[in-house]
């Protein structure tokens, strides 16, 4: 009977040791998870684009309960920021809301076609042959590459030209950087015109590739009542810090080069 016992006492005293050494093992060691963390992924937007620097929303919330900005989620905007602000009890740290915007109008019936493009769709591979197909180097190459890169539908192409519903943009600035030729720019939703030109050829070069290029004539620079343009390498460029929408400008250029846009607040 002894020969029974003492293996059972023996084994259950063990377990009991083992036991109360996992126990404080767990309180010892316990990871302590901050309820932050679940709190602000569920008001993070659950894109998972990576605008904010992070793989994605779960890194990002962790990030932000752990010192990251509150301000890095193009998405989630200003509402966005301001949720954030009061679960982590810090200063709302909104900024204002920005767009991408094409900066370039020069569709196919706008420039002269070089040469026939029959390679795969992708703007970098056409522009490495001789800069791309129009006969203005600088402009759009037209293959969609922000297209495929924007997430959110914002982008579509239409003859040779990419356009961005900017009601649909979020500002993420996954675009820009498919862009051979950086003539995508992030722009204050309320500036309501641009300069959607990128040509840095003097006029006569520049309005003989593109009809509708900035010729760097100087009239809406003497036109604008803010002192808000000034011609930079041969075209005209807009500080939209300073322009307050008037529409002056649109009104004197002869080639159509600025272009008119919603305002969105």
């Known amino acids: 009977m002894e020969t029974v016992l003492f293996p059972v006492a023996l084994v259950s005293g063990l377990g009991l040791i083992f036991g109360l050494i996992l126990s404080y093992a767990s309180v010892k060691f316990e990871v302590k998870v901050d309820d932050r963390i679940a709190k602000v992924r569920e008001a993070l937007p659950g894109a998972n684009c990576g605008a904010c620097g992070f793989s994605g929303c779960d890194n990002y919330a962790e990030a932000i309960v752990n010192g990251a900005e509150i301000n890095r989620c193009p998405v989630g905007g200003p509402e966005l920021v301001a949720k954030l602000s009061d679960i982590m009890g810090v200063e709302n740290q909104a900024g ?152 002056e400008c649109i009104k004197v250029c002869p080639t159509g080069a600025i272009a008119k846009y919603t305002v969105l607040m």
């Open 96 to 247: 204002e809301k920005m767009v991408a915007r094409v900066m370039c109008q020069g569709s196919w019936d706008k420039v002269n076609i070089k040469f026939d493009y029959d390679g795969i769709m992708d703007c970098r591979s056409a522009a490495s042959m001789s800069g791309g197909p129009s006969s203005c180097v600088y402009g759009c190459v037209g293959m969609g590459s922000c297209k495929k890169a924007c997430a959110f539908g914002a982008i579509t192409v239409e003859n040779g030209l990419a356009r961005i519903d900017e009601t649909k943009c979020t500002g993420c600035g996954k675009c820009i950087a498919e862009c051979p030729k950086l003539i995508i720019k992030l722009i204050p939703a309320r500036s309501g015109y641009s300069v959607a030109c990128s040509n840095e050829e003097k006029g006569a070069v520049a309005r003989k590739n593109c009809k509708v290029a900035c010729i760097a004539c100087g009239k809406c620079v003497k036109t604008c009542p803010k002192e808000a343009i000034t011609i930079v390498n041969f075209k005209a460029v807009i500080d939209t810090a300073k322009c307050e929408n008037c529409g």
